[in-house]
């Protein structure tokens, strides 16, 4: 089925009389004006004190958000940020920009863009933070007394090879001073500009200090470019994974997020393409509708399969115990109930007809030495 702007008639009236009408009261932004966007509305943060919400009025011939890029720069103050979750093989990330321009409507990191005073809607994908000073926040951080190395992941918030790195090359900078100091990564991207910085993920790569896992939610370009508008196309996400594996680097593909009745059916066919270029692991993650993603999906939704709406929806629902989103640990990942229990075994049996591994590579964490600060005070010696 292909975009519409309005849903059909049919879609509109079997949404009246479900638990999803209201999603047809909201306004959307016209999808002529956000070109390349993923989410359809822009409405306020849910901390700010006045709500907005872009509308026409009959006066502005372009009452509607401008398409570019606005770039903020952020001075952060750290860099490496902990978590416990027993969900996840890291304790330790690194987050370069806030905000992705990828554009994906499912995205579980749009809600974080409200602490900024944004919307999580195209602010998300339009407003980007960029910390200039995580190269040398880096360095400092590693160089710390009491600093003992674990793994870092990157890419695991908002994606660090987004568009604004070909002109910023954070990524390549941090990676430069992880290699000095020979720290193991472990990078999630679904960015082909990732094969940029090959001749610094092959050196560390040689000492077993790298990982990369290349997420590819569908074969299908068209579907691909719907749900991650900016985003490079299977294609070259594909070429990204071969190119790394020949050049001896671990890597990994993530079918992610698995979504009912829209692309969960693609599962064997990623990993099946994904095997044939190298990829020596894989994994899924089924979708989650944290805050206020819920609505941008639905809105999504709305707009390319307007005749899915409540069938999805009911299936999104079916695998988080009833709620669009189920944040417990242990669940949150692949879900529950039967629908879960296929997409598991559907997962198990493919990757072992495929050998492929489950689980990230172990990394070394022995060969680390603290990188050299320079500093202005004086030796009392």
């Not at 027993?86 to 409507?105: K, M, N, V, W």
């Not at 890597?251 to 692309?263: G, K, R, S």
Request: glycine share 6%; aromatic share 6%; proline share 6%.
């Amino acid at each position: 089925m292909g975009p519409s702007v309005a849903p059909s008639f049919e879609a509109i009236e079997r949404l009246a009389s479900s638990r999803d009408a209201d999603v047809l009261h909201r306004p959307v932004v016209d999808p002529r004006y956000i070109r390349g966007r993923g989410a359809q509305s822009n409405r306020s943060g849910r901390f700010e004190t006045n709500q907005r919400e872009v509308f026409d009025d009959g006066w502005s011939a372009d009452p509607v958000l401008p398409f570019e890029t606005v770039e903020h720069v952020e001075r952060a103050r750290s860099i490496i940020t902990r978590n416990s979750s027993p969900d996840l093989h890291f304790e330790r990330s690194i987050t370069p920009y806030r905000g992705c321009a990828h554009g994906c409507s499912y995205c579980y990191a749009r809600p974080t863009h409200a602490y900024l005073g944004h919307s999580a809607g195209i602010d998300f994908e339009r407003d980007i933070y960029v910390k200039t000073n995580a190269v040398e926040l880096l360095r400092r951080e590693l160089s710390r007394a009491r600093y003992r190395p674990k793994l870092l992941a990157i890419g695991t918030n908002t994606d660090a090879y987004q568009p604004l790195e070909r002109k910023h090359k954070i990524m390549r900078g941090l990676l430069k001073v992880l290699l000095e100091t020979r720290h193991p990564v472990a990078i999630t991207t679904k960015s082909a500009l990732v094969i940029r910085d090959l001749d610094l993920l092959t050196q560390l790569a040689k000492d077993n200090l790298v990982s990369v896992a290349i997420s590819v939610t569908s074969m299908d370009r068209k579907l691909s470019r719907w749900m991650e508008p900016r985003a490079s196309a299977p294609a070259k996400r594909l070429e990204a994974i071969r190119l790394l594996c020949e050049a001896g680097i671990p890597t990994h593909v993530l079918a992610a997020p698995m979504i009912p009745a829209i692309n969960d059916m693609e599962l064997e066919r990623i990993l099946e393409a994904a095997a044939s270029q190298g990829a020596v692991g894989a994994n899924f993650i089924m979708l989650r509708l944290p805050g206020e993603v819920k609505d941008i999906f639905r809105e999504w939704l709305l707009r390319y399969y307007p005749n899915k709406v409540s069938h999805v929806l009911n299936l999104i629902r079916e695998v988080r115990g009833g709620r669009e989103n189920d944040p417990r640990f242990g669940t949150r990942m692949r879900g529950q109930g039967a629908y879960a229990v296929i997409m598991e075994q559907r997962f198990e049996r493919v990757v072992e007809r495929l050998g492929l591994s489950k689980q990230p590579p172990v990394l070394r964490t022995d060969l680390f030495c603290a990188p050299e600060i320079e500093s202005n005070q004086l030796s009392l010696f």
